[in-house]
């Protein structure tokens, strides 16, 4: 059974930087691609960014060019550098391995303007 806990979050101005991490457990870390979504209040929950177990990455384009995902497969951790964040940024971010159904509880993210 996948296990999956985010940290990281907190309440920063725009423009400010977060780091978010989460730690998995459950299954065979290195093999699985990786990806952060958020849900912000009142909307549907979308993907942010994807890591493939080669470190192959994807971004959704609202994103690109101020979020990084990286992973260390020692570790069992997906990490998401956030830049320049915005208070569209604002949401619950959480992680998920790809191909199973598992969430964990999220962390949330406030930016104000």
């Known amino acids: 059974q996948v296990q999956l806990v985010e940290s990281g979050g907190g309440l920063v101005p725009a423009g400010g930087s977060l780091s978010l991490s989460c730690a998995a457990s459950g299954s065979d870390f290195s093999i699985n691609a990786m990806g952060w979504y958020r849900q912000a209040p009142g909307k549907q929950r979308e993907l942010v960014a994807t890591?493939?177990?080669?470190?192959?990455?994807y971004y959704v384009n609202s994103v690109k060019g101020r979020f990084t995902i990286s992973r260390d497969n020692a570790k069992n951790t997906v990490y998401l550098q956030m830049n320049s964040l915005k208070p569209e940024d604002t949401a619950v971010y959480y992680c998920?391995?790809?191909?199973?159904?598992?969430w964990g509880q999220g962390t949330q993210v406030t930016v104000s303007s």
């Open positions: 998920k391995m790809l191909g199973f159904f598992a």
């Open positions: 890591i493939t177990k080669g470190g192959s990455t």
